[in-house]
């Protein structure tokens, strides 16, 4: 600094000067202290007027001054408000001030001895200055730097974090995904292994069904053999008939005398054993044994008539022959007795012999007269019954009696007991296992019944049975599953009324495939229930009053107390609407052979007889429930006309004859008749029917 060189010969508590004058930058450098503007007030005599300063600018203080007018001054810049800075001479209080106009080069201001101090306050100042500046610049730089610090801290601090952060969402990603893909691996596994539980499943299932294929083979080879075994017992049986029937008509004599009967039966069997042979020289199946079978029943019952009367004609024949013999010797003892008196009484009288062949006595006849109290009068039956279902009842029930004993004949034998008692056990459990839990279920008691009258096979206890070692139990078969079909009425469906269509299902299955069964079937309702012919009972002459109650249906106990009427009334109601549910049933497959046509018929023929208290009216109130829509889907408008005809003209019948206490069927039948009137004969169908698709359940 110029300051610095003008005071560089300076001592301790004096002050050298340097004579030269300052410099241009001298002054163009200083600062004026902050003393001056204290001495410097704004008295007049201090203030620097524009006069002043006028008068230094044209140049009143001189050029040429000596070296010694600048002892005592120093040289300021002073900055006022101007734009440009104006150089003034400071000098003693003594002399005058003047102002030195800016055009000059130099101002010299006189000031007083004392300056020197002021000039090293100056100096000191700046230096503090200085010092305080730097300690300020110092201290700037060293709060920028711990601020920058700080801020890259904070910035490097932020990184981490932010570095930390993504690192820590990386690995939780990656754990993420490694879960995920530990999950996936699991899955997979998972469906791998039930994969191949299903593979293991599935091959089992395929080898249980190989196996069970099989044993269907081996069960199908082993039934095929038996219907072969069968059928060539049945041809042999038929061959072995054949010639005992060719034995009789060889051994009979007189040959003129042989029926005709003989030698169309004999024609007969050996037609049907070259039918026969043809079907057993082939695989045969279950309908050509039946048939068969069949057959052979044909032939037996064409035999054993043949033999009766065979048995019979030649008995007859017999007896004409010992008879002639015995006329023929007592003809001879005759004649010898008539020559001997005639040769003592010398020929006078002349004997005549007895015309030949004239019998003494009538012959008597071996079936006897019917009794005329054994039937109710023709009078009695038109009341009761229809002429046309009495006479189809009748021969039922003939029927029945030949089937009773037959089988009695049949099982006479102490080793076909055990053969009773198996045909007994395979015929009750299919038929007590009759339920509507699906229509496979049905279909397996109907195959079981359906196998067993074919002649195969069927499951007993563990064990296998069949009736190919006896086919005469075939009809005893039959006999029996309609007795078992007929009891379930009055026993299950009495308690349970729709069950009975389950039943019904399964018996018109069998009818579909066996139509005689109808026949034993109708015989053991009837027999039951004459109400399903429809047949009211009358009361003959000598006929007892428990004998009388037995035919209409009562049961009597042990102490020989006849059934109450309510229960009565539900067992009649039991067996009446499994006849019915066998009308509306529907088979597997085909048609019911036994339809509604027949609930038709009944209702006319009961409508034409002389109806019953009670019992009537609830055989019709439940055999319109039970076919009533079918008879409206058959019939329709004739139907309707038949309720009204009911409604009309038979109901009132049945309230005459009502019973005192018999309220509730009269009130139950005209409740239907009304309701079903009033829907046109649109009747809904029986809770509990099965339709034709519940076979595929």
Not at 127 to 151: G, M, P
Not at 276 to 296: C, F, G, Y
Request: overall charge positive; glycine content about 4%.
């Amino acid at each position: 600094m110029e300051i610095s060189k003008a005071l560089k010969n300076t001592s301790k508590g004096s002050l050298t000067y340097d004579r030269r004058p300052p410099s241009k930058e001298f002054f163009e450098h200083c600062s004026p202290p902050p003393t001056i503007s204290k001495r410097f007030d704004n008295s007049p005599n201090n203030r620097l007027t524009d006069h002043a300063l006028h008068k230094h600018r044209k140049g009143s203080i001189p050029d040429s001054a000596s070296e010694s007018s600048y002892d005592n001054v120093v040289q300021l810049t002073i900055k006022t408000d101007c734009s440009s800075p104006r150089t003034v001479e400071i000098v003693s209080p003594t002399s005058p001030i003047e102002i030195v106009s800016p055009t000059l080069k130099k101002t010299i201001i006189p000031v007083s001895p004392e300056y020197t101090k002021s000039i090293l306050a100056v100096k000191e100042y700046e230096h503090s200055l200085d010092k305080a500046i730097k300690v300020k610049v110092y201290n700037k730089q060293q709060r920028f730097t711990e601020h920058t610090k700080k801020l890259q801290n904070e910035a490097e601090n932020k990184l981490s974090v932010l570095q930390r952060n993504q690192q820590n969402k990386a690995e939780e990603q990656q754990q993420e995904t490694e879960l995920q893909f530990m999950q996936q691996t699991i899955e997979l596994q998972e469906k791998q292994r039930k994969l191949k539980e299903d593979h293991r499943e599935h091959a089992q299932m395929l080898q249980k069904k190989h196996e069970k294929l099989k044993e269907e083979i081996k069960r199908k080879e082993k039934e095929r053999q038996e219907r072969i075994q069968i059928a060539q017992t049945i041809r042999n049986d038929i061959a072995t008939l054949l010639e005992r029937l060719k034995t009789m008509y060889e051994q009979f004599t007189p040959k003129d005398r042989l029926p005709e009967s003989l030698k169309k039966a004999l024609n007969l069997v050996n037609n049907k054993l070259a039918e026969v042979s043809q079907m057993a020289s082939r695989d045969v199946d279950t309908n050509e044994v039946v048939k068969m079978t069949e057959i052979l029943k044909l032939c037996l019952n064409a035999y054993e008539y043949m033999r009766k009367e065979y048995d019979e004609l030649t008995k007859k024949i017999k007896e004409e022959q010992a008879k002639e013999e015995a006329e023929k010797k007592a003809r001879a003892e005759i004649e010898a007795k008539a020559r001997a008196e005639a040769a003592a009484a010398a020929a006078k009288v002349t004997v005549v012999p007895p015309t030949p062949g004239v019998p003494s006595t009538p012959l008597a006849t071996s079936t006897p007269a019917p009794s005329s109290t054994s039937r109710p009068t023709a009078e009695a039956v038109l009341r009761c019954v229809d002429e046309n279902a009495f006479t189809q009842y009748t021969n039922l029930q003939v029927l029945i009696k030949k089937a009773e004993e037959e089988s009695k004949t049949l099982f006479n034998n102490p080793q076909m007991k055990k053969m009773k008692f198996d045909i007994q056990k395979s015929i009750n459990t299919p038929i007590n296992n009759i339920s509507p839990v699906s229509g496979d279920h049905l279909n397996d008691q109907l195959t079981r019944l359906l196998t067993l009258l074919a002649g195969g096979t069927v499951d007993l206890s563990g064990r296998r049975f069949s009736l190919s070692g006896c086919p005469q139990a075939l009809p005893f078969c039959k006999y029996l599953i309609a007795k078992m079909i007929v009891k379930k009425g009055e026993e299950q469906v009495s308690a349970l009324h729709s069950s009975a269509f389950a039943i019904a299902a399964v018996t018109v299955g069998l009818l579909a495939e066996h139509p005689d069964i109808l026949f034993m079937l109708l015989g053991h309702f009837h027999q039951l229930c004459p109400y399903t012919v429809p047949y009211h009972i009358s009361k003959t002459d000598g006929q007892s009053r428990e004998d009388f109650y037995k035919a209409l249906g009562y049961k009597y106990d042990s102490e020989g107390n006849a059934e109450k009427q309510d229960q009565f009334l539900k067992r009649m109601s039991g067996l009446m609407r499994l006849y019915a549910s066998v009308m509306v049933a529907h088979p597997p497959r085909g048609p019911n052979p036994y339809g509604t046509e027949h609930a038709w018929e009944w209702l006319s023929m009961v409508m034409n007889i002389e109806p019953l208290p009670d019992i009537t009216a609830t055989m019709t109130f439940d055999l319109l429930e039970v076919t009533g829509h079918a008879l409206y889907r058959d019939y329709r408008k004739q139907f309707v006309k038949l309720l009204h005809v009911l409604a009309k003209e038979f109901f009132p019948k049945l309230k005459r004859m009502a019973s005192p206490s018999g309220g509730g069927p009269i009130s139950r039948l005209e409740d239907f008749l009304q309701n079903s009137l009033r829907k046109n004969g649109n009747i809904r169908p029986p809770e509990g029917l099965l339709n034709q698709h519940f076979w595929m359940t």
